[in-house]
Structures are given as C-alpha cells and as structure tokens.
C-alpha cells in the first residue's frame, strides 16, 4: 500500500495587485490562490485572486460518476484575494457545487462573502449579472478560534493581523498539515501566538513575505504585511518543517525574490519562495517540491561544453563539467551528476566556437527543474537564464 498523498498547487503568488512586468514571469503575476487536494480526492481552494481564473481555464471535471463538491476557503476581502471569482469559469457550470467560507465583516455584515458577489457582478462592474452563476454555491460563516472537518481533514482558523482582519487557516490531512497565513503583519502579541498556533509542527508553512526587514521596520510598518525573517522565527519557534515565502510585493522582480529567498535559506534548511506553476507535495518523508518547466523558445541541440557551480540539495557547494545540449534563449538542459537544490542559483560556463577561435560565455543560472535518471546515474537540469 502506497502512503497517502496531497498535492498543493499554486496558482497566484503575488500580493496587492497582479503584475504582468517581465521582470516578475518567473515567480508570477497572479495574485493569490492555492489548491490542495486531499489524499482522498476533496478538493480545497485557498483564496480567489488572479490565480484562481488560471485554475478554472485548467478545470478537470473529475470522472467518478458522484460529483464532489470544491471547498473555498477565503481569507478575507482585499481585492487580491476575491478579484478572480468572476472570473472563475466553473462557476458557471450546473453540476458544479462550491462551499465558500469566510468571516462575517464587521463592514459588511451578515453574508459577507454572498454580498462581495453581488457587489463585484453588480451593473456598471461586470457584463454579467450573478444569475448566469449556475453552478450551486453555499455559504458558511467562520471566525477565528474555530475548527471543523471537511471529509475527515481537520480546519483549523485563526485571526491574523491586518487592517480590516484576516484569517488564517490550517488544513489537517492524512498525508499533512498546510498552514495557510498570507497578509499578516508581527507585532500584536496575541495574534501572533495565534500564528504560531497555526504553524505548530505544520509540514508546510505559507507565509505572508511582502517586505524587507528594513521595510517593516520603517517605511511599511502598519500596512499588514510581513517579511521572510518573521517567517524563519515561526517555522523555527513553531517546529514547522518547510516554510513558502508568499504574497510578493507587486514591486518585487525575480532577482529581488531571489535575494529575499537566499537570504532566508541562510537561515532556514527548507525554504521555498511561491512561484506560480510550483506543486508541493506531502506524504512522503519530506515535502517535495516541483516547479513548471520553463517556457519553450527557440530551442537549439547543440553541444557545448560547460563548467557548472553551484549548490546542491543538501546546501554544499559544487562544482562540475559536463555538456549542455539543449539551449534556448531563456534556458538550457544540463546533465549533471550533483543534484541542485530546487531554485537555487547555478554558475554556467560555457565554451563557444567562435570565428577567432574558442571563447567562453558565462551565465547565471536559476534552477526551475530536476529530472532523475538512475539509469545513467546523474539527472537532467532545467535552469532559467537570469543574466
Ligand atoms: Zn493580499
Ligand atoms: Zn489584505
């Protein structure tokens, strides 16, 4: 018997407004949203930003004849967070049924979310009008403090703090605990208990990381965001395993994620920054993380030959030659018998044939994907080009 899995995509990863900046394609431009499938097939949602319309356009209509219904967990009502629901094409299928929960807003009152619906479809807002919403929809009020199951996954809530509140949300599975704790700012001595509450021994904990340190404690302070040193205190105070910088700033490029990531891992074994695309996946002796290829353009087999240095999974330094032989102008495919640690920076040298003999061009490198190969004993590396 295998043991059971739950697999959690992320499909938007940015905060406060989506980004569409070359600069930031690697990590992504949709705003919030995540997907975790249970090992028994319930299917969850995190958020409604952006991210949640990428999700619908790769909808899978699940082909046991006994519909499930998708679980819709929000944490709260800042436009990041709920832009993408009218978007979200399942929601206008018959046969489909969602289960929303969210607080009761003291701004909005009773049917928070229902009225965040009807405002966003409201006439001049949106070309539609909320009865072409066909698929069934429930509502359900929660606050911070309370826990209840969902097909034997334990939920968990807690109060975050952020301007106009937030909630936070633990999911309990056979194959391991989620802690969800995006737009969250330190300093309020309660709450931030309850954060730890949350990430108590989680394998996964997700973490607001909009800003620097020195942002927070200058510039940013008061805005309900949170940083990646925060994040590295909770997963070390609360014995979380993995910890995901979340919620990037919309000014953040991918090298400047790259920096905030670098320097988290520094102080943390297991540390990811959210990329769009990425799948984390949990039940096995640790979580596992992959990444989407990188995109296809104008590829070009060729051999060169190459002198890669690196870090490998387990944090040492490497360095190695070998031949790259699938380049393209944003990345290559490297054999290598060291295995990199997952979106860390990789050195590549490369000797060129030139018109006056043999130069050399010099890369750095980001990796995006491992293949293993235990046939020929080393494994296929993705890498995205970064200068
Ligand atoms: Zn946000
Ligand atoms: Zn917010």
Redesign the pocket.
């Known amino acids: 018997m295998t043991a059971p899995s739950a697999k959690l995509s992320f499909w938007g990863v940015r ?2 407004t989506p980004t569409v900046d070359p600069g930031t394609w690697r990590y992504g431009g949709n ?2 949203c995540l997907e975790l499938v249970a090992p028994d097939g319930t299917q969850f949602i995190l958020d409604c930003g952006t991210g949640l319309s990428m999700l619908g356009s790769r909808w899978v209509i699940p082909n046991n004849t006994q519909k499930a219904e998708t679980h819709i967990l929000v944490t709260h009502y ?1 436009w ?2 709920i832009q993408g629901i009218p978007f979200f094409s399942p929601l206008y299928v018959e046969t489909n049924e969602f289960h929303f929960y969210s607080f009761r807003s003291k701004f909005l009152g009773r049917d928070s979310l229902k009225q965040v619906f009807e405002a966003q479809m409201a006439t001049p807002y949106f070309p539609v009008d909320l009865s072409a919403m066909s698929a069934k929809r429930k509502f359900k009020e929660v606050a911070g403090g309370e826990e209840f199951t969902i097909h034997g996954a334990k939920i968990v809530t807690r109060w975050l703090n952020h301007p106009q509140g937030c909630l936070g949300y633990r999911i309990e599975t056979p194959a391991g605990t989620v802690a969800y704790a ?2 969250n700012e330190p300093g309020d001595a309660k709450l931030d208990e309850s954060l730890r509450e949350l990430a108590a021994g989680a394998d996964v904990f997700i973490n607001d990381a909009q800003f620097t340190p020195e942002q927070l404690a200058t510039t940013r302070r008061g805005w309900g965001h949170s940083t990646w040193l925060e994040g590295v205190k909770v997963v070390r105070e609360a014995g979380a395993k993995t910890l995901v910088l979340f ?1 990037h700033d919309p000014d953040s490029t991918d090298r400047m994620v790259d920096n905030l990531l670098r320097q988290a891992r520094d102080e943390f074994e297991s540390v990811y920054a959210a990329s769009e695309g990425m799948v984390l996946t949990l039940g096995g002796d640790r979580v596992e993380a992959h990444l989407p290829g990188a995109r296809s353009a104008l590829r070009r087999e060729a051999q060169f030959r190459a002198l890669v240095t690196g870090t490998t999974e387990d944090g040492h330094a490497f360095e190695e030659e070998t031949v790259v032989n699938d380049l393209s102008l944003q990345g290559a495919l490297i054999a290598l018998s060291h295995q990199p640690r997952l979106q860390s920076e990789l050195q590549v040298v490369m000797e060129t044939p030139g018109a006056n003999g043999a130069g050399s061009m010099r890369l750095r490198g980001y990796v995006v994907r491992i293949e293993n190969d235990p046939e020929k004993g080393c494994s296929a590396v993705g890498v995205v080009f970064t200068e």
């Open positions: 905060g406060s705003t919030p800042h990041d967070h995006t737009d919620h």
